[in-house]
């Protein structure tokens, strides 16, 4: 198949179109009876639901008939994936904070990310059960969106936080799911830092409205985990790094099972040297 690159100016075509869709996705997400429905362990020992499951498909679907000659790589769909990735790719993952769906709790959300050159330039974060959705394309800008089922209200300009200024407290999104003694230190090392729990991707909507200002996660997570919210964050005017200060980059590994050792997404692009 030959390489296709998508700049900022096609992704902006796409945008509404790959909205529906993730809010489709979300809809039948939303349509499955938690109580009732099957939940099976991966080999990592991670759960993945029929919710997952049936998100997957509508996305793999609809790609297809929106943009079929981009590859994709879903958590879902792992084993087809043949990286490095060259050109533009999209990464998904249907259903992030598994945990947080089976546990009935609502800050679980559906991530799609377009990915040019490994970098992330358009990416959507929408949690169904809020009907809320982040979503933005890197040089472009990002919105915060409501909707109520399959209607999509208006969208409104986001942007992240300045630096607190000396005195001011530093807001930390932090997983209540996954924590680790790194990243707790790392927090603490800020300024009267707070607290603020939030579920899956949440977190990185929340540093592109500008809730929070940090969101550091000294952890093992996956690309399709970060890649949607690296670009909503990066588009409303902050940055996602590694956990040494450093860019990150998708789609190249072939080596790591598309794992992330460590990132810290930021409001302030320069407080990214603060570590």
Request: charged residues 20%; hydrophobic residues 40%.
């Amino acid at each position: 198949m030959q390489v296709r690159i998508i700049d900022a100016e096609a992704a902006s075509r796409l945008m509404e179109p790959l909205t529906a869709l993730v809010v489709k996705a979300g809809e039948a997400i939303l349509a499955v009876n938690r109580g009732a429905m099957r939940v099976d362990g991966k080999q990592d020992g991670s759960p993945v639901t029929e919710a997952d499951l049936a998100a997957d498909r509508i996305i793999a679907d609809g790609l297809a008939q929106l943009a079929g000659d981009i590859p994709t790589l879903s958590e879902e769909r792992t084993q087809l994936a043949s990286p490095p990735f060259h050109g533009s790719f999209f990464l998904i993952d249907p259903l992030d904070g598994t945990k947080e769906f089976v546990a009935g709790r609502d800050e679980f959300t559906v991530n799609l990310a377009l990915i040019t050159e490994g970098v992330p330039l358009l990416g959507i974060v929408s949690a169904p059960a809020l009907g809320l959705l982040w979503r933005g394309i890197v040089g472009r800008g990002a919105e915060r969106v409501t909707f109520d089922g399959a209607t999509i209200g208006a969208a409104e300009p986001v942007r992240t936080r300045k630096l607190p200024t000396p005195g001011e407290p530093w807001i930390a999104a932090v997983s209540r799911s996954h924590g680790d003694p790194t990243s707790e230190a790392f927090i603490d090392s800020r300024p009267n830092a707070v607290r603020k729990t939030c579920g899956s991707a949440v977190k990185f909507g929340r540093i592109a409205d500008g809730s929070a200002d940090i969101y550091p996660r000294f952890g093992p997570t996956c690309e399709w985990d970060v890649g949607a919210g690296c670009a909503v964050v990066t588009a409303a005017g902050g940055k996602v790094t590694d956990g040494k200060g450093n860019d990150l980059v998708f789609g190249q590994r072939q080596d790591t099972g598309f794992i992330i050792p460590a990132f810290v997404a930021w409001g302030d692009p320069q407080a990214a040297g603060s570590y």
